[in-house]
């Protein structure tokens, strides 16, 4: 299953301010990227978060929020966020930033 087109647009237009972002596609959807690092993305209907492994931890107590597994072990510091969490630009601007903030704090590649 490939994955939602429209999910990408959002996300673009939401970020098309944010400087030095880059897409990749990856894990069969695609990725954006800050220096390198991977801050957040979409797989599906899902959009998915990289973040510290003790706020992924913390995050996935919320409703519509559960562990980036897509190969039956979860990835440590990431998590998937279905549509639910995300109705608005606001509430989708907010996971975003909170992925970009934690890439920003790891070494530029």
Known sequence: MAYNKSIEKR??????????????????????LTRGNICFGIW???LIVRTAPVTSQEQMQKDHVRPFDITGKPMKGWFMVASEGWPTDSAM?????????????????
Do not use: H, Q
């Open 44 to 46: 599906r209907e899902y």
């Open 93 to 109: 601007s907010e996971w975003l930033t909170m992925g970009l903030e934690f890439a920003l704090t790891l070494p530029e590649k």
């Open 11 to 32: 996300i673009d237009d939401l970020i098309a301010p944010w400087p030095n972002m880059e897409k990749k596609k990856m894990f069969g959807g695609v990725c954006y």
